[in-house]
């Protein structure tokens, strides 16, 4: 065995998939300290444990701890898979063993001889009508009984998967029949301090394989989440989650977290497009109507003019340039004194004037020259001539598009050393050539069919529901954004994107925040 570089590890049980062996057993391996890609195989890589009880085979092994006594304890799932009777899922699920087999030790080196629990028996002694029981897993609730219990009051809420028939089926005929999740508790993993609970998970459909953690709030309460696979729906690995203190209880309140876990794991440096190709449900439905993710966003710091230009309609973008037009609005982060942009028109003129102006290079003697200050917001609807001038910085928030319609340059000349495009015909059809129009968009900083946007200050918290993502740009400042039980540092200049139905969020700390849904 190759020894480990520190002195402590995480240990994991498990078994092996193995067609051409009998290695439905017991195997553990511990981790290189910390570290998750380096595991050590113990004993040698040979198997712990075994059992010779029921099918002798073993899988879905879950290790726990009673905290009161120091009990270890290993709960596996008796099937056998690989050489054993050969019947097949179907088979196995319908008339499977309904029995957990079960080891413990004080010291995780001596274990006991394994023993059976049946989880089919009744506080009365009969037995529901089980196909099978896999995959079990417990958490400790050191409350479960009432003060005053003979034998304490802690005790192993225990979840496991099974098909449950009629109690007058005893053939196990039903072929409507599908995995739930059920559930029960123990002190000890003992026949005699077992008792069956009920129903947990029932998603109209088959649903295994259940595992659980807590996490403690700020507050002194725990949150309890639970991962489940479901072979029914395609809605893959999902997690939902809750606050309740009796979690295991008939009409518990749980909150979808997300689906589809797993289902297209990205690595490190992934692509939006490619993340949202991976999670199609992730931006919501009010993206629905969308070709396209709807929105970007973007930091402009405008050391010298930019040009003069206007972005066309969606009707006009789609006949001419097969794209989508562009509406957009920038937020002032920052500005020299006597900043200002251009931002539609003085007064109305017509097409011959426009065109004119700008063959002549006088147009900028008829545009709205707006100054500007930190914390103003200009909405810009396709159709309206702009520019951001020399010595502002914005947040731009705008239509997923990038035509735009260049009309004057101030003579500057691209990489090529020639000038750059002029746009002029086109710009002369999209162009409204009147003053900018007046918005009322009441709290938000702008609202139209691509973008609602809002400016937060300090702390605040929001809800990612079912339709629509948000998106979090941090405009000045550093805190912390939660969401989904997971918390990360923020600053300036940062993007976030919250996957729809991701559910409440929250931003804390001295930062600015521009927030963006559909």
Known sequence: MTDTTDDYGYLLVHFIEDPDGYAEKIYMDISDGDNPHRWVPLNDGKPVLASHLGTTGVRDPHIIRNPDTGTWYIIATDLRVFGGD????????????TNL??????????????????????????????GMAWACECLWV?????????????????YWSSTVFDDEDRTHDDKNVYCTVLWGATTDFTQDTFEYGGVFIDNHGDAIDTTMIQRPLPDGSVRTYRITKDNAHGTGIWMDRTDAKRWWEPG????????????????????????????????GTDCDKFEQFPILTKFIDAKNNLSIQVHPSNDYALKNEHQYGKTEMWYVLDCVPGAYLYYGFTHEISKEEFAERIKNNTLTEVLNAVPVHKGDCFFIPSGTLHTICQGIVVAEVQQNSNV????????????????RALHIEKALDVTRRTPPQKHDFGSHLAQCEYFTVDAKKGAFDGVADEKSFVSLLITDGAGTLTCGGETVKVKKGESYFIPAGSGKYAVTGDCETLVTVV
Not at 86 to 97: P, Q
């Open 142 to 158: 050191p409350d479960y009984y009432p003060q005053g219990h003979h034998g304490g009051r802690g005790a192993f809420v225990m």
């Open 404 to 419: 735009t319609y260049r009309v004057y340059d101030y003579g500057r000349v691209g990489a090529d050393g020639k000038p």
């Open 252 to 283: 518990t309140v749980w909150t979808k977290v997300q689906d589809r876990i797993g289902a297209g794991y990205l690595p490190d440096g992934t692509t939006l497009a490619a993340y949202i190709a991976a999670h199609p449900g992730c931006l």
């Open 86 to 97: 050969g019947g097949g899922w179907y088979e196995w699920s319908h008339h499977a063993s």
């Open 101 to 130: 087999i079960i080891w413990e030790s004080d010291d995780l080196l001596h274990w006991s001889e394994p023993r059976m629990l049946d989880v089919s028996r009744k506080p009365d002694g009969s037995h529901l009508e089980l």
